[in-house]
């Protein structure tokens, strides 16, 4: 995991929220199947134990995550500094191979959304782009290949 996590305030409210529920409500609701279950006697041949185990084992790696993630977040400023792309950037490219525009938004990794454009700071293409200026060209280096993306505005 990364020792650092990139996320605006809002977004760190979110996964607060996320995990007291988690802690406080589903903790209990699966304790309480588990309890059902184990009711019913022999648990080698009982699916609904297993079910209810394996919901448990997903339920505390989730809790694991998310308070590893809220301890270790760093909180994205807003900034009307549009001269460099940084996180919290909007970002239009031109990419000459592919003759095509596109506008990503650069968050970090517990924001993405790649059906939105918004990539993470951690991306091929994010990495690339941050600490660049308009008009700068940079190479992306993607696992298929470099290609290059010219800046055409930050916002």
Do not use: C, W
């Not at 996320?7 to 588990?34: C, D, G, N, P, W």
């Not at 977040?73 to 191979?97: C, L």
């Amino acid at each position: 995991m990364a020792d650092q996590f990139y996320m605006t305030s809002e977004q760190k409210k979110k996964a607060e929220e996320r995990l007291k529920y988690l802690t406080t409500v589903k903790r209990y609701e699966i304790i309480e199947r588990i309890q059902e279950a184990r009711s019913h006697g022999d648990l080698s041949e009982n699916a609904e134990y297993d079910a209810a185990r394996n919901e448990q084992a997903a339920n505390e790696g989730e809790i694991n995550e998310l308070d590893y993630q809220i301890k270790n977040a760093v909180i994205i400023e807003e900034s009307d500094d549009n001269s460099v792309v940084h996180i919290g950037s909007k970002v239009a490219v031109y990419d000459e191979d592919l003759e095509e525009e596109a506008v990503y938004t650069i968050m970090g990794t517990t924001e993405v959304d790649a059906m939105r454009n918004i990539i993470s700071n951690e991306s091929p293409v994010g990495a690339a782009l941050l600490k660049h200026k308009k008009g700068d060209v940079v190479t992306v280096k993607a696992p298929d290949g470099e290609y290059k993306l010219k800046i055409l505005k930050i916002s």
